[in-house]
T-cell receptor
Framework: DSGVTQTPKHLITATGQRVTLRCSPR?????VYWYQQSLDQGLQFLIQ???????AKGNILERFSAQQFPDLHSELNLSSLELGDSALYFC??????????????FGPGTRLTVL | ELKVEQNPLFLSMQEEKNYTIYCNYS?????LYWYRQDPGKSLESLFV?????AVKQEGRLMASLDTKARLSTLHITAAVHDLSATYFC?????????????FGSGTKLNVKP
C-alpha cells in the first residue's frame, strides 16, 4: 500500500458525459501527478500540482482539467468524454518537505470505461 | 520533448539466468526512476538514481545510471518467477521539483521455470 488513495476504482459512463476522479496523496506529500495509461499510448504524464499550484503540464487535453485543494487532495475532471478516453488513470504523489528527489508513489488507479 | 526508449519491450527468460534491460533517453537529465507494475496493478517504485554513476541494488535487481551516455540499465541476476512483471524507467526533465516525467514503454518480463 503506497498510501495514495484514489476513488472510484471503476467508472463506466457514456460518450459526452463528464466525470471527476479523486486522489488523496500520501501524508506529507505536497506534489500530485496525474497519468493516463492505455494500451496504445502507454503511460502519459498529464499534469502536476505542487502545494495547490499547477507546476507542469504534459499531454493533457483541453477537455480535461485538474485542481489541488488546500488539504492537498486533487481532482481530475474529464468532460465531453470520447471512446478513446477509456483508460486507467493514475494519481501519484511525492515531495515531502525537505525531500530531495521526486520519487513518486502511485495510487491504485481508476479504470474509466466510456461506452 | 524528452524521449525515453526501453529495450527490449518483451523479455522471456529462464529462471537462474541473468539479463539487462536498457533505458535510453534523448536529452540531459540526471534523475531517473525505475518502477515495477504487476498485471492489473499500480506502479511500485524500485530505484531512484540521482547522479552520474549512481548504482542501487535490491535483491536480484541492480540499477545504474550513466548520464553522459543518457543510459540506465536494470540488471537481473539469477531470475526467479516472482520477478515477472512490467518494468518502466522514468526520466525527470526540467528544474528541481517542478518537472515533467517521461516514461519508457515498459519491458514486459516473463520468467519461465
Amino acid at each position: 500500500d503506497s498510501g495514495v488513495t484514489q476513488t472510484p476504482k471503476h467508472l463506466i459512463t457514456a460518450t459526452g458525459q463528464r466525470v471527476t476522479l479523486r486522489c488523496s496523496p500520501r501524508s506529507g506529500d505536497l506534489s500530485v501527478y496525474w497519468y493516463q495509461q492505455s494500451l496504445d499510448q502507454g503511460l502519459q504524464f498529464l499534469i502536476q500540482y505542487y502545494n495547490g499550484e499547477e507546476r507542469a503540464k504534459g499531454n493533457i487535453l483541453e477537455r480535461f482539467s485538474a485542481q489541488q485543494f488546500p488539504d492537498l487532495h486533487s481532482e481530475l475532471n474529464l468532460s465531453s468524454l470520447e471512446l478513446g478516453d477509456s483508460a486507467l488513470y493514475f494519481c501519484a504523489s511525492s515531495g515531502r518537505r525537505g525531500g530531495w528527489d521526486n520519487e513518486q508513489f502511485f495510487g491504485p488507479g481508476t479504470r474509466l470505461t466510456v461506452l | 520533448e524528452l524521449k525515453v526508449e526501453q529495450n527490449p519491450l518483451f523479455l522471456s527468460m529462464q529462471e537462474e539466468k541473468n539479463y539487462t534491460i536498457y533505458c535510453n533517453y534523448s536529452t540531459t537529465s540526471d534523475r531517473l526512476y525505475w518502477y515495477r507494475q504487476d498485471p492489473g496493478k499500480s506502479l511500485e517504485s524500485l530505484f531512484v538514481l540521482l547522479s552520474n554513476g549512481a548504482v542501487k541494488q535490491e535483491g536480484r535487481l541492480m540499477a545504474s545510471l550513466d548520464t553522459k551516455a543518457r543510459l540506465s540499465t536494470l540488471h537481473i541476476t539469477a531470475a526467479v518467477h516472482d520477478l515477472s512483471a512490467t518494468y518502466f524507467c522514468a526520466v525527470e526533465g526540467g528544474s528541481y521539483n517542478f518537472n515533467k516525467f517521461y516514461f519508457g514503454s515498459g519491458t514486459k518480463l516473463n520468467v519461465k521455470p
